[in-house]
């Protein structure tokens, strides 16, 4: 039993605190208006000065892998964090709002 809240993509909330843990690649090439990015390699270091604990965040990565492994870490420290069960390829299956760094047509790699 985990112990923070799973969700679907389609159901993250508009105006939600979203939080894509994917590598900087990943993230130019197609993302979510508003996402902040932090890899999941830099979080230990990054999320203290970065992640107000008094905030909900719905954490993100492709398929889930990266994403559920920080929502436990940070949900460890404290934090509130939401599991987005499906990622980005369950963001992209919802029709929801896609960006790229570059300008160029979005795309989830």
Avoid: K, N
Avoid at 2 to 21: C, K, M, N, Q, Y
Avoid at 30 to 43: F, N, Q, S, T, W
């Amino acid at each position: 039993m985990s112990d923070f809240e799973t969700i679907r993509a389609a159901d993250v909330p508009e105006g939600a605190h979203l939080l894509d843990v994917r590598e900087g690649y990943e993230f130019s090439a197609g993302h979510a208006p508003g996402a902040l990015h932090i890899p999941v390699d830099e979080i230990p270091a990054r999320f203290e000065g970065e992640l107000d604990p008094d905030e909900d965040y719905h954490v993100i990565c492709r398929t889930g892998g990266r994403s559920v492994q920080i929502t436990q870490w940070l949900t460890a420290q404290g934090y509130s964090a939401v599991f987005v069960a499906d990622g980005m390829d369950g963001w992209i299956e919802a029709g929801r709002t896609l960006e790229a760094d570059s300008g160029e047509e979005p795309r989830i790699l």
